[in-house]
T-cell receptor
Framework: DGGITQSPKYLFRKEGQNVTLSCEQN?????MYWYRQDPGQGLRLIYY???????QKGDIAEGYSVSREKKESFPLTVTSAQKNPTAFYLC?????????????FGAGTRLSVL | QKEVEQNSGPLSVPEGAIASLNCTYS??????FFWYRQYSGKSPELIMF????GDKEDGRFTAQLNKASQYVSLLIRDSQPSDSATYLC?????????????FGTGTLLAVQP
């Protein structure tokens, strides 16, 4: 069953702690993206990766880090430098084939601060 | 700053009516446009995409694109209470090898039984 799997569904961060959100896809997509969504807001791009071992900052990268060691995986770390991390985090992947620029989303991770 | 603008709503329509959702975009270079539906607490789900000027129909949904006016719309015919959700409009920010989407803040649609 193909798709994008995000885990955990809910995550709680303590003050000064780094936490890592997982995103795995088995769609054989080259590009992957991380977005943040705050209540009543649209999606803001944190980081994206077009290919393995390469990634670029999005609009709100400060306080976040990523890696892309495998095509299937694009984990996001929310560092202690991110002072307002409470949000809904969405991972997406894109097919570079005929379906131009279409992004598909995982179910999301809801992060809260304890 | 490339932007996509939507009226936040709520847009309230009676069951069976046509819901009309609108979106404008600032980047004249955008070539691809998308409508995603997002139920409360869930992730966005793609419902329509359009690349060319004119109309594109899929079941009860019609996407309309006017590149000269930088305007995209989504029509939902025979609206159902299950259509009640936030609808996100997105425009492609294509440039070289980079392909990103710029999202609007969404329009909340409420279909009244």
């Amino acid at each position: 069953d193909g798709g994008i799997t995000q885990s955990p569904k809910y995550l709680f961060r303590k003050e000064g702690q780094n936490v890592t959100l997982s995103c795995e896809q088995n769609l054989n997509h080259d590009a992957m993206y991380w977005y943040r969504q705050d209540p009543g807001q649209g999606l803001r791009l944190i980081y994206y990766s077009q290919i393995v071992n390469d990634f670029q900052k999005g609009d709100i990268a400060e306080g976040y880090s990523v890696s892309r060691e495998k095509k299937e995986s694009f984990p996001l770390t929310v560092t202690s430098a991110q002072k307002n991390p409470t949000a809904f985090y969405l991972c997406a992947s894109r097919d570079r084939g005929l379906a131009k620029n279409i992004q598909y989303f995982g179910a999301g991770t809801r992060l809260s601060v304890l | 700053q490339k932007e996509v603008e939507q009226n936040s709503g709520p847009l309230s329509v009676p069951e069976g009516a046509i819901a009309s959702l609108n979106c404008t975009y600032s980047d004249r270079g955008s070539q691809s446009f998308f409508w995603y539906r997002q139920y409360s607490g869930k992730s966005p789900e793609l419902i329509m995409f359009i690349y060319s000027n004119g109309d594109k129909e899929d079941g009860r949904f019609t996407a309309q694109l006017n590149k000269a006016s930088q305007y995209v719309s989504l029509l939902i015919r025979d609206s159902q209470p299950s259509d009640s959700a936030t609808y996100l409009c997105a425009a492609g920010a294509e440039g070289g090898a980079t392909n990103k989407l710029i999202f609007g803040t969404g329009t909340l649609l409420a279909v009244q039984p």
